[in-house]
């Protein structure tokens, strides 16, 4: 079936205009994965004595707590996120509505900000601690109490925020199974947890990878959290032979390895799931949820406030607490600027990146071969690396190119264009794009991967070109999965921090920026009103996009 | 479907703005003056400000990290548009001076007011501010007199007892750097050892965290940036002012080299279009005025030993400090992570 569609699909693209399909999938790919390339080129310098020094001392420290950091995650974002999913899209029980847009809230916090309020709350100098130590008359190792900054920590800060990629996308699968076949699974005798484990969570596969390989590479390129948790991270390695030896040749080729492990990792996931299919052939038939009662609604409930509670409600509340101290300085117009500036770049953004998503999606689902395969991995690495490191990626062609074409212009006409793009907002967004497109890339993949592939053929039988199969089948069907990758391209670029801060032109300041400024400073008081106005601002999409999502639901029903 | 198409509209009336806000600021910065920052806005903009105030010359900012910024500038080349690089260490300003970024000025005023060992010998850059970094102390615990030197917390008797931030942290590096430019790499080694065997705990958090860790006591000493312990002096939340209270400054080195301390600082571009403005901006920088806001705003020490200085620093006293060229911090920045990696501080 897979094999006749791809075969159709050949037949197909010779027809039509495939080759200038095909030719474009190459030129964006290309462009979009200059920065990675100028990163993993790094390879072929010479490798300095740096390597031996990092090999003799503390590679061994990067390698193993980013691996640590990476399974505990991993746990962590799919248990959370695929109980959160499954309580909400498959279950029925007091305050279900409620908790099934709640389950995306921690979404809008930053990973930093979390560890910023957690260490707050539960360090040996915070209230908690504090509390207890003049309340039993306790001193220091009189009592044990987990350390909030330590690798544990770390694991817990990162899943608590990064579930909701999880959640997100193994909902959106879940609601879009078909009933008839956990109905057939639930008639063949299976138990509600056997159909879950055997029918559900398998047919779920692709969603539930797309949104643990988006936790994991967010995990990998996390810095912030890891720095001020002082975990020695492949992150904070490649900053520390960056910054502080000043190699950053060496800091680069470190971060090409990372690179090449991800690949490594993308490139085994999408082959071992090649040959298989996950869409049904079933119509979307009325769902029934199953009627939790008594206890059973009370532990689903529950569960539910908990991990709303700590990813969400706890670290907003403490920040809420420090704004509300300090607002009356903070708010000013200045400030009203910041709140523009970044709501624009993230609408940008994340406009920019659904198209190049869509774009790159369908191409590879029409010529589903090996080159649109690897052209799409390679264009999807940008998520693992540190923004920084992107950042630089960016600079060093851009700046090339405006440098050759101010060289050009003097000697031909003699005219000085000084640098074109460089410090402007396009060279912000184009960055944007190539960190980010892994997001919004995921997610219309996931999505397209929903749809039969006979819509496809039948579409085409009745001589629709492939424009017209995208415009008026799969971009209607992918309306929920469009909205999703924009979301979450737009909430990422609203709490992007480090390529921003590099790359940004003149007296252009975001919200970001600013709470990092004052963080980095130490100044968390003052930090948490542009905190807060990132969640705010990262809540509006998220339940504009859950209500039509919800919407959605409805009208099929 | 009339919904979808009030969607597209909606859509379509978001991007065209969007777009014009992409292309628009492809301004010229003409005779402008523009500053890559190390600093960020709040500790530097205010006097910026001022500078524009009394020049009329209008000034564009952007901060970032030292190493970013300075990337940043290479990359552009001579068509980069700074023509100030300012930072908050002195370890970037010799590694911009090596990469041969900054431009050599000759200014007899700078020369006059900023003390020799807080400038680049070529006159590429200049310091602007002091910051030393000092041993925090809970008096409860500690008699002042049990403490002399940096090097006398590697000592066993402080066991379990010392908290350090991250050797990640730009301060720490230059501690150690500034300790092996004077007491040379061998006896710095030695030092590490014992002194990374007496820490308390994993070094984590900032400079402040050490100071609360010490006021909570989880430990008796720590080694911290001494405009933290004045941020907390005169902040605005009880909390911190409660844990500065509960404890003391002491300058550490004080019978030899003196106190470690590092500068902020800054040095003209070699793309710098507007040469007069830049030398204008550094020695407005380092005129009465501003040395005192530095205090005043972010207990920083000024450069020119003459300048007054604010309430809070005065009540610390007088200090000896460290006549090393700052340069110097730079030069072994690189000797220092490796030192310190081999000794395994985090």
């Not at chain 1, 589903?368 to 062609?397: C, F, K, Q």
């Not at chain 1, 005219?415 to 892994?438: D, M």
């Not at chain 2, 300012?86 to 990469?99: F, I, W």
């Not at chain 2, 300790?179 to 820490?199: D, H, P, R, Y």
């Amino acid at each position: 079936m897979e094999i006749k569609s791809a075969i159709s699909g050949f037949k197909f693209a010779n027809q039509y205009s495939g080759r200038s399909w095909r030719l474009g999938l190459l030129i964006v790919t290309v462009i979009v994965a200059i920065p990675v390339l100028v990163i993993i080129a790094s390879l072929s310098q010479p490798f300095s004595s740096t390597w031996q020094h990092l090999a003799d001392t503390v590679l061994i420290d990067y390698i193993s707590n980013s691996l640590l950091l990476m399974v505990g995650v991993g746990f962590g974002t799919l248990i959370l996120g695929v109980s959160a999913a499954w309580l909400t899209a498959m279950c029925d029980f007091p305050g279900r509505k409620i908790l099934s847009w709640a389950f995306l809230l921690p979404m809008a916090m930053p990973a930093y900000i979390i560890a910023y309020t957690y260490t707050g709350i539960l360090d040996f100098a915070g209230p908690i601690q504090s509390t207890l130590r003049t309340t039993f008359d306790w001193g220091y190792g009189d009592y044990y109490f987990p350390q909030v900054r330590s690798l544990g920590g770390a694991i817990c800060m990162l899943s608590l925020v990064l579930y909701p990629y999880v959640y997100m996308l193994v909902r959106i699968a879940f609601l879009e199974q078909s009933t008839a076949v956990l109905e057939a699974s639930r008639n063949l005798g299976k138990k509600s947890w056997q159909t879950f484990f055997s029918v559900a969570i398998p047919m779920s596969r692709p969603a539930i990878v797309a949104g643990v390989s988006l936790a994991l590479m967010e995990t990998l390129a996390d810095y912030g959290t890891v720095a001020y948790f002082g975990v020695s991270a492949f992150t904070t390695g490649i900053f520390r032979t960056w910054y502080g030896l000043g190699e950053l040749t060496t800091a680069a080729q470190l971060c090409a390895f990372l690179l090449l492990f991800v690949f490594a990792l993308i490139m085994a996931e999408r082959w071992s799931r090649q040959r298989l299919r996950f869409h049904h052939n079933s119509a979307n038939k009325k769902l029934v949820r199953m009627q939790l009662k008594g206890w059973h609604a009370y532990t689903a409930l529950l569960t539910g406030c908990f991990i709303v509670g700590l990813g969400f409600v706890i670290p907003a509340t403490q920040l809420v607490i420090w704004a509300s101290s300090r607002w009356q300085e903070n708010l000013n117009g200045a400030f009203l600027s910041l709140l523009l500036n970044s709501f624009s770049l993230a609408a940008i953004a994340a406009i920019c990146c659904v198209i190049v998503a869509t774009f790159l999606a369908y191409t590879k689902r029409v010529f589903n071969s090996r080159l649109e395969l690897g052209a799409v991995g390679i264009a999807s690495l940008g998520y693992a690396v540190p923004g920084t490191v992107i950042a630089v990626g960016v600079l060093i062609p851009v700046a090339w190119l405006d440098n050759k074409i101010d060289f050009l212009s003097r000697a031909w006409f003699d005219i000085p264009t000084g640098l074109l793009l460089s410090g402007t907002i396009g060279i912000l967004v184009f960055a944007y794009v190539v960190r980010f497109l892994s997001v919004s890339l995921n997610t219309v993949e996931s999505g397209l991967s929903a749809i039969k592939p006979s819509i496809d053929e039948s579409a085409r039988s009745l001589g629709a070109g492939p424009g017209q199969v995208l415009k008026r089948v799969h971009l209607p069907i992918l309306r929920s999965s469009l909205l999703t990758a924009a979301l979450l391209v737009f909430v990422d670029v609203l709490k992007e921090l480090p390529t921003t801060l590099i790359l940004r032109p003149f007296n252009f300041n975001t919200l970001a920026v600013r709470t990092y400024e004052l963080a980095s400073d130490e100044r968390l008081v003052d930090a948490a009103l542009p905190a807060l106005a990132i969640i705010v601002i990262g809540l509006l999409p998220v339940l504009l996009i859950t209500k039509s999502i919800l919407n959605e639901r409805a009208s099929h029903e | 479907m009339p919904r979808r198409s009030a969607l597209l509209n909606a859509a379509l009336g978001v991007v065209f703005p969007l777009l014009a806000f992409v292309i628009a600021p492809t301004l010229s910065y003409g005779d402008e003056l523009n500053i890559y920052s190390a600093r960020q806005e709040s500790l530097i903009k205010p006097l910026l400000d001022r500078f524009t105030i009394l020049t009329g010359t209008k000034v564009n900012l952007v901060t970032g990290k030292g190493d970013a910024l300075l990337t940043r500038l290479k990359s552009e080349g001579l068509n980069s548009p700074a023509d100030v690089l300012l930072t908050v260490d002195a370890g970037r300003l010799y590694r911009a001076q090596k990469a041969g970024i900054l431009r050599p000025i000759s200014s007899e005023k700078l020369n006059l007011a900023i003390p020799a060992h807080l400038r680049s010998t070529e006159n590429q850059w200049y310091g602007l501010s002091i910051r030393a970094r000092v041993i925090i102390y809970a008096p409860e615990r500690v008699d002042p007199s049990e403490l002399s030197t940096y090097e006398a917390l590697s000592d066993p008797s402080w066991q379990g007892k010392v908290c350090i931030r991250s050797s990640s942290n730009i301060y720490n590096q230059s501690l150690v750097a500034g300790m092996i430019a004077s007491q040379g790499m061998e006896k710095t080694e030695a030092w590490l050892k014992g002194f990374v065997a007496n820490f308390a705990r994993a070094p984590a958090g900032g400079d402040r965290d050490q100071i609360k860790a010490v006021a909570a006591g989880q430990c008796d000493v720590a080694i911290v940036n001494s405009y933290y312990l004045g941020g907390m002096i005169n902040s605005d939340d009880k909390g911190q002012q409660e844990a500065a209270s509960k404890v003391n400054l002491f300058w550490p080195n004080q019978r030899d080299r003196g106190t470690h301390i590092n500068i902020s600082g800054a040095g003209i571009t070699q793309s710098a279009k507007n040469l007069e403005s830049a030398k204008g901006l550094l020695v407005f920088l380092a005129n009465d005025e501003s040395q005192r806001w530095y205090g005043e705003t972010n207990n920083e020490f000024p450069v020119r030993p003459e300048v007054e200085v604010s309430k809070t620093l005065s009540a610390w006293g007088p200090f000896k400090a460290d006549q090393l060229n700052v340069g110097k911090l730079g030069q072994y920045n690189a000797d220092a992570i490796m030192a310190m990696d081999r000794a395994g501080w985090k």
